[in-house]
């Protein structure tokens, strides 16, 4: 960590990768009390920020864990984790020597889908003389990683129970396609624990019940009691928001905490103005908005970014009188905050509205 000089702000060249700490701290609060009320451990997954910081931040509001999803994050994250969980099938040497190379200290798990996956596992794991937890990947209709029917769950799970190196520990599930508005979740919710129960009797029923049922997502977090079975819930995006996640109800946009800095370059094109923040600042990825764009501006959220090049951002300024000068600056909150802070090298950390730190993005690449 690097602290910032308290004038730096107006100096940073531009565009620049800005988290408001109040905000952080209050989305943290919020989840962490959730978690307790609902007795569901809280294990978040820093694919969205990829900084020790905010990891240690999110283990201090109560934490059991970090989820990863690459050997770079996994190196970071065991910096301030004594609790790591792979969600991803590791496959290949380099993977495994690297998950093997850990501290030993780090309770490692992880998330896996096949048999060729678990006996590479098992024969790293055994040669490096630790026990990798495994949890079981079930396919709750993203069809992207999992097993598809109770019964490969368990064909799967009694083969983790009988080989080296490894320990079973439960099932996983990632509900990635759930991006409805928080008030028509409740039938996919309803959808989600009637598939997973038969997940978890098949595999109690052959003497394997998991102690483990990982799952949820940031769109589906405030209603993850309402999943039958679960125990432990994996929100990556709520530490930060984002424009998708206020689009579907899952964060009010107070509560967005990351917010690229641009400066506005030209107007000269009418009705729009452009900024020097593109798609290698916010990421060219489609929202959820039904009135599309890339991003939208925190402070005039009617005023979208509604066309990106690598280096030229496009606010369309047909719904708003404001007409910006070259020069101004603007926050950008984009629709999806993972894949822009891992376009940039350091995030600028604010407290109260002014310059505290700086914070590397340690744990990009693979």
């Not at 004038?7 to 988290?19: E, K």
């Not at 209050?26 to 990891?55: D, F, M, S």
């Not at 048999?115 to 495994?134: I, K, N, Q, S, Y």
């Not at 606010?315 to 070259?326: I, K, Q």
Request: glycine share 10%; hydrophobic share 45%.
């Amino acid at each position: 960590m690097r602290c910032m000089d308290a004038n730096s702000l107006d100096s940073l060249v531009t565009p620049a990768a800005l988290v408001d700490l109040d905000r952080v701290e209050a989305n943290l609060k919020r989840v962490a009390a959730y978690a307790r009320e609902h007795g569901l451990r809280w294990r978040p997954h820093t694919k969205t920020h990829k900084t020790a910081e905010l990891t240690a931040l999110q283990l201090r509001a109560g934490a059991i864990g970090a989820t990863v999803a690459t050997p770079r994050e996994a190196e970071v994250m065991a910096n301030v984790a004594a609790d790591v969980l792979l969600a991803y099938p590791p496959v290949g040497a380099g993977r495994l020597a690297r998950l093997m190379a850990l501290p030993q200290y780090v309770k490692l798990s992880v998330a896996l889908d096949s048999r060729e996956v678990l006996e590479g596992l098992g024969r790293a794991a055994d040669a490096a003389g630790r026990t990798v937890g495994v949890l079981v990947e079930l396919d709750m209709g993203m069809r992207r990683v999992g097993v598809q029917t109770p019964e490969d769950a368990v064909t799967l799970a009694r083969a983790v129970a009988s080989t080296r190196g490894v320990e079973y520990r439960g099932v996983i599930f990632y509900p990635g396609h759930v991006r409805a508005p928080q008030a028509e979740l409740g039938p996919v919710l309803h959808e989600q624990s009637s598939r997973l129960g038969g997940f978890v009797d098949a595999l109690s029923a052959a003497g394997l019940k998991p102690g483990i049922v990982s799952g949820g997502s940031t769109p589906t977090l405030w209603r993850s009691h309402e999943v039958a079975g679960l125990t432990e819930i994996r929100p990556g995006i709520n530490v930060l928001n984002d424009r998708n996640s206020a689009t579907v109800g899952a964060c009010d946009w107070s509560e967005c905490a990351y917010f690229v800095l641009a400066t506005v370059v030209s107007t000269a094109v009418p009705g729009q103005a452009v900024i020097d923040a593109g798609s290698k600042a916010l990421a060219k990825e489609e929202g959820f908005a039904p009135q599309g764009g890339y991003g939208a501006l925190l402070d005039r959220p009617e005023v979208l970014v509604r066309g990106l090049s690598e280096e030229h951002g496009l606010l369309d300024l047909s719904g708003t009188p404001w007409r910006p000068r070259v020069g101004e600056r603007v926050r950008v909150v984009p629709n999806h905050v993972c894949a822009s802070v891992n376009l940039h090298e350091r995030l600028h950390v604010l407290r109260g509205g002014v310059p505290h730190a700086t914070w590397a993005v340690a744990a990009r690449g693979w």
